[in-house]
C-alpha cells in the first residue's frame, strides 16, 4: 500500500505545482509572452497605424500616434493553461474616446469574462482559462505625454492576481514636429545610398553622412528644430559628380560642421556662448565667399552649392 499512496501523492503534489506554475508565469513585457498580436487603428477613421505579430515576427509601423490620438487597439491573449481559480487582469490609463463610449469590446464571445465585467471600466477580469481572448480597446492617448522625443507609452498591461506585470503593449507617441523629422530622415538617407550609387564625389558623401549622424544625435537630445534644420541643408540634386574636384569640397566641410555647431549650441548654450560662435560663422562665411569665387572657375555646379550654404549661413547668424 506504501508505494500506492506515495505514487498518489507525487502525483498531487506534481499537478498542483504545475498549476501554480502556468497561474505565475512571466516573460518580458511586450515580447509576446501573453500578447500575440495586435493592430492600432485611429479610433475615427479607422486607419491602419501599427500591426504587430509576434508569431510571424511582422511589426509594422505606417503612421505615427500623436499625443492626444483617439485610438481602436484589437489585441490577442494567448492563455497558455487553465488555472479555474486564477483572476488575471487588464488594465488601461488611456482616457475615453469621443468615437466611443467604452473602453473595451469583446471579439471571441466564447472566452468568458469575470462577472463584473463593465466595458466602461479602465480594467477588466477574467479567470485563466485556455484558449484565445480577442479584445478592442478604445482609448485616448493623454496630451501632456509628448515630449520632443518619442515616447514609448503603455496601451493597455496584463497582471497576475499579486499585481505582477505578466505582458504589455507599447506604442511610440511622437510630437508633429518630430514625425516631421522622421519622414525628413527617411528621405535625407535615401538620398544618402542615391549619392553612393551614382559615384558622386566621396568627400561630399562622407560630409553628407556626417551631418545626417549629427542630425540624429540632436533629434536624440530633444533638439528637433535644429536637427530638421541640418536636414534640409542637405543637397543632393547639386552634389558634385566629378572627383577631379573633390578636393574644393574639403574646405567646406569645416563651415558645415560649424553649421551643425550652431543649430545644437543655440539649444543647448547661453546668448554669450551663442555670439561668440556666431562671431565665428561670419569669418567662416567670408572664407566661403572666397572659396566659391574660385571654385566657379572651375566647376559651375560646385559654385552653386557653396553658394546656397553661404546663403544658409547668412540667413542664420542674419547678414
Known sequence: MKPKVLTICLILILTVASVGLFATVHGDPEEGDWFTSYQVEDAGTRELLVEVDFDTEENRTLAPIFGGSELAITFTVEVPASSPSTLLKLKTTMQHTDAQGIYWQLVTQEYELHSSYNPNSAEVTFYQERGTLTMTLYGKVPSYIVKDTPVPYIVVSLYS??????????????????SEYQTLLEEKEDGLQSLKDSGIASGYVELYENVLNESKVQANLGNVESAIGMLNSLDVDNAPPSSTVEGLFL???????????????????????????????????????????????VDRTISTSLESVKDRLKSIVGM
Open 161 to 178: 492576481p499579486a499585481g505582477e506585470t505578466l505582458d504589455e503593449i507599447r506604442v511610440k507617441v511622437v510630437s508633429a514636429e518630430t
Open 251 to 297: 574646405p567646406v566641410a569645416g563651415v558645415l560642421i560649424a553649421l551643425v555647431a550652431v543649430f545644437g549650441v543655440m539649444f543647448l548654450r547661453g546668448r554669450g556662448r551663442l555670439q561668440y560662435i556666431t562671431m565665428v560663422l561670419e569669418d567662416q562665411i567670408r572664407d566661403l565667399e572666397g572659396l566659391t569665387l574660385r571654385a566657379s572657375r
